[in-house]
């Protein structure tokens, strides 16, 4: 075979050469460099596509979260809701304060109920409550706390703090407090939810 290519011009061996040259080369793309790059190319298209994915499954997982968030603080309301008393129970209502301001260390001087209020079209009265005391500073502000925390039914419109006693070396100031409420009871008919 090799006497016959010599007896072939070199033209045309050069031509067989680079028919030969160009059939590996061809051979060696289609099978070896071009699924290589097909290769590539999906993994490339599948990394966009898992980055996209990634993206709406964090934007989804923070959706839910909110949501969920949202369901907690509807199911807390449901759970707390309140329960108004009869405006009867004034009695019962000025005991309870009575024994909070105590546990805070308030001496209340006059302690005194208005005449209930109904407002037409509301599930409610406003019964209004006169507080008058006195106590430490720190007393009174932890009097209103867990006046604001226990009493739910209660509104504390308006509050007035003044110095009856000055602080002394052993002692700290007395303020004299009143405090005007609003507490919220239930209608005439039957008991109310607010």
Not at 38 to 66: I, P
Not at 104 to 124: C, H, K
Request: proline share 6%.
């Amino acid at each position: 075979m090799m006497s016959q290519l010599a007896a072939l011009p070199p033209r045309i061996i050069d031509s067989i050469g680079i028919a030969l040259a160009l059939t590996i080369v061809g051979g060696t793309y289609v099978l070896g460099v071009h699924p290589t790059l097909d290769r590539r190319a999906a993994a490339q298209q599948d990394a966009q596509t898992l980055a996209t994915e990634l993206t709406t499954a964090t934007a989804a997982a923070e959706e839910l979260r909110v949501a969920e968030a949202k369901l907690d603080a509807a199911r807390m309301r449901q759970s707390t809701s309140l329960v108004l008393e009869r405006a009867e129970q004034v009695n019962s209502r000025i005991a309870s304060l009575t024994s909070l301001a105590a546990a805070e260390s308030i001496v209340i001087e006059q302690l005194s109920p208005g005449a209930a209020q109904t407002d037409p079209g509301r599930p409610f009265k406003r019964v209004p409550l006169r507080v008058q005391g006195s106590g430490a500073f720190a007393d009174c502000v932890g009097f209103l706390a867990r006046l604001r925390a226990e009493h739910h039914d209660i509104a504390v419109p308006a509050v007035n703090l003044s110095i009856s006693q000055p602080a002394s070396e052993n002692q700290p100031a007395r303020l004299s407090m009143t405090l005007d409420l609003v507490w919220y009871a239930a209608p005439d008919d039957s008991a109310a939810r607010r």
